[in-house]
């Protein structure tokens, strides 16, 4: 769909959102049996330590923001859970109104430092879905950092023969994507102290700021002291593969579950049962490789809210993030998002989904 066509539709639904607000349908669902009986599973990625919420919007968010996220959820009298009661709940029908549960996945560094002062202010409990395998090799994350250090000297053009990459126009966004694919084909058979070292090299050659993202620690997982300290400062912190892949060999899988499970019982003295699908990828036959393995929920990040109909090993979140509006959060909050999508559902497939 072309791109001014999606803005156009977005905007109309905005408007629409803003005109239901504004009638009070909003009020009306959010204080309803409906929302009562549901769980909103809010999801976030990245909190910008710099200008990563301007590169990467869909994955990032800036402190700011996170912030105005919060006092919504105070104002509308909001009930955050820590997210294993909260889940207990959805299925024994016994929430509070007005329930949401937040998780923020993989364990980035800036979750510690821009993130948990602000739920700490704010006295919200919160999961971490912790990928640990990048937590003992404290680098910048490779598929991350090169992209960002492209997209800052955007509109560049250098020379980087000397590593192997000739010319790297770095202009437009095709060209940037052209360059990391053939950063990415360098890379292909490297470990990660070899990316790190292409990721030096290529940022030297364009006049990037890649020791200054190492040293601020931008986009790396958080270190085994800094998980330690806030497991015992009262963060949950829970499962999401030892290496953020998911196999579908059902050995390699296993092996996955178990070896994230040990680490994270290392450094945080308790056994972690919940977990959640890396990049939101999920296929049928993990569900009872979960089971078996006494994991009591999973999440996706497929939009929605929890009811006790859902299934536990699929439940649906919302990713929140730096394009979503805040009319559009707030009809998430409200429940009234997820009946519209309900609605739209039905009308194009018919009744049976109701």
């Known amino acids: 769909m072309h791109s001014a066509v999606k803005a156009a539709l977005r905007n109309a639904k905005r408007t629409a959102l803003e005109g239901a607000k504004r009638a009070g349908v909003f009020t009306v669902v959010r204080n309803s049996g409906w929302r009562q009986r549901r769980l909103l599973v809010l999801c976030y990625h990245g909190i910008a330590l710099e200008d990563e919420h301007r590169w990467s919007p869909s994955l990032y968010m800036s402190p700011s923001l996170l912030r105005e996220r919060f006092e919504l959820l105070r104002a509308g009298g909001y009930q955050?859970?820590?997210?294993?009661?909260?889940?207990?709940?959805?299925?024994?029908?016994?929430?509070?109104?007005?329930?949401?549960?937040?998780?923020?996945?993989?364990?980035?560094?800036?979750?510690?430092?821009?993130?948990?002062?602000?739920?700490?202010?704010?006295?919200?409990?919160?999961?971490?879905?912790?990928?640990?395998?990048?937590?003992?090799?404290?680098?910048?994350?490779?598929?991350?950092?090169?992209?960002?250090?492209?997209?800052?000297?955007?509109?560049?053009?250098r020379d980087a023969g000397a590593i192997g990459l000739g010319e790297l126009d770095l202009r437009t966004p095709r060209s940037r994507a052209d360059v990391w694919a053939r950063i990415q084909q360098l890379a292909e058979k490297t470990g990660p102290e070899g990316k790190h070292q292409i990721a030096q090299a290529v940022s030297d050659a364009i006049g990037g700021d890649y020791d200054a993202m190492t040293h601020r620690r931008m986009l790396t997982i958080m270190r085994p002291a800094d998980v330690t300290r806030l497991a015992t400062e009262g963060l949950d912190i829970q499962l999401h593969t030892h290496q953020h892949r998911t196999p579908r060999n059902r050995e390699a899988f296993n092996d996955e579950i178990a070896r994230n499970r040990q680490r994270i019982s290392e450094l945080t003295g308790r056994v972690p049962e919940h977990f959640c699908y890396p990049s939101g990828l999920y296929e049928p036959e993990f569900l009872p490789w979960l089971a078996e393995a006494g994991v009591v929920s999973a999440t996706t990040c497929d939009p929605g809210i929890a009811a006790r109909s859902s299934e536990p090993l699929l439940l649906p979140r919302l990713v929140d993030h730096e394009g979503l509006s805040t009319i559009e959060f707030e009809a998430w909050l409200t429940g009234a998002a997820s009946l519209a999508a309900r609605k739209a559902a039905a009308y194009r497939t018919g009744p049976s989904l109701l």
């Open 80 to 157: 955050v859970l820590p997210l294993g009661e909260a889940i207990k709940r959805l299925y024994a029908q016994d929430l509070p109104a007005r329930a949401v549960a937040l998780t923020f996945d993989d364990g980035y560094h800036d979750f510690c430092a821009a993130a948990w002062p602000l739920l700490r202010e704010f006295g919200y409990p919160a999961t971490v879905y912790l990928a640990t395998f990048r937590c003992d090799r404290n680098l910048p994350v490779f598929n991350l950092a090169v992209p960002l250090i492209l997209w800052r000297r955007r509109g560049a053009v």
